[in-house]
């Protein structure tokens, strides 16, 4: 898919605000950290009894999950309903595209009935970006996960679950492990951390799971865990994406558990108060000991419940910046 916009052009409102969350690309660091400090306000909003807000009331956003989640959407819809939205979950397999109708012609007809946002998840990366640009320019559209390019909303809730435990990201050291290869959340997670500021940022991976362009990302590279873990302050490790992998890349699961899982001996290497991450699904054994996925320095738990703020906090800024888009052409 063609992108003849800068991300960030496309992005952004005449006036620098969010009108579409596509990637991290080209968002300064303001924008990132009032995405953050947005998302604080909504965390006291979940633990309240009542825990709508009226920010989106009479707006109507569309789930368009191309791929199958649970965990993303059902977050997406939880955090629509909470700022009093209209929730569309289009069940693409059953609609009209499995049908012979095109993309094009599926989401043109969901914008004639007042769609307002396309919450997209699509396996095809540059997809939401192509829906922004060409399809449907007058709906907002929130990135869910695009091929292996992007997933910034996980990204966000990675960086608040970061600022909660470390108060600031200045001087931190993170490792992110695993296979970076097909990880759409890597690159986003690598971007939010440069740009918040952070001192270093490594990846430990066998080298048939890293991206030859992985250096130029902003990452350092290591080959094991002992080199890799050593002072670092936070942990983040990744899924295995053996739906995305194509031949023998990982000579077997066990093999890769012995050298790159994090177990309690290795986490050893980290700082004493280094913190634990995973975006989930977490392959017990396989990625992560049960006892360090269990244990006392993991926040898995803690990012679960921020993927509810931070996607209540990206949807709300990018449907204001968005409305005011749109009434700002309709003045001209």
Excluded: C, W
């Excluded at 003849?4 to 009108?19: I, V």
């Excluded at 300064?28 to 920010?55: H, M, Q």
């Amino acid at each position: 898919m063609t992108q003849s916009k800068e991300p960030d052009h496309l992005q952004l409102n005449s006036q620098g605000r969010l009108r579409h969350f596509l990637t991290l690309d080209g968002l300064d660091r303001a924008t990132l950290t009032e995405i953050l400090d947005t998302a604080d306000s909504f965390i006291e909003v979940g633990k309240r009894s009542i825990k709508n807000v009226p920010l989106l009331r009479g707006k109507t956003v569309v789930n368009l999950f191309f791929e199958a989640s649970t965990r993303t959407r059902s977050t997406f819809e939880l955090a629509a309903k909470r700022l009093s939205a209209d929730v569309l979950n289009l069940n693409i397999s059953t609609s009209a595209t499995s049908k012979g109708e095109s993309l094009s012609d599926t989401l043109q007809n969901l914008e004639a009935m007042a769609s307002d946002m396309f919450v997209v998840r699509h396996s095809q990366s540059g997809a939401p970006h192509f829906i922004a640009e060409s399809v449907t320019p007058n709906v907002s559209i929130i990135n869910a996960g695009d091929g292996r390019h992007a997933h910034p909303t996980q990204a966000m809730l990675d960086m608040l679950t970061i600022r909660q435990h470390k108060g600031s990201f200045e001087g931190l050291k993170v490792a992110i492990v695993g296979d970076i290869l097909h990880s759409r959340v890597a690159r986003s997670q690598i971007r939010a951390l440069n740009t918040l500021g952070v001192s270093e940022v490594r990846v430990i991976a066998p080298n048939t799971l890293l991206p030859v362009d992985i250096e130029s990302l902003g990452a350092t590279v290591y080959s094991t865990m002992k080199q890799g873990l050593d002072g670092v302050d936070v942990v983040i490790m990744l899924r295995l994406q053996k739906e995305r992998m194509e031949g023998a890349l990982l000579p077997s699961e066990h093999e890769f558990y012995e050298l790159y899982g994090l177990t309690t001996e290795k986490l050893k290497y980290a700082k004493p108060d280094a913190i634990v991450m995973h975006p989930g699904p977490i392959n017990r054994g396989v990625e992560i000991e049960s006892a360090v996925a269990d244990g006392p320095q993991s926040v898995i738990l803690n990012q679960v419940t921020n993927g509810i703020a931070v996607r209540m906090a990206v949807m709300s800024m990018a449907m204001s910046g968005q409305t005011a888009a749109i009434s700002a052409a309709a003045s001209e």
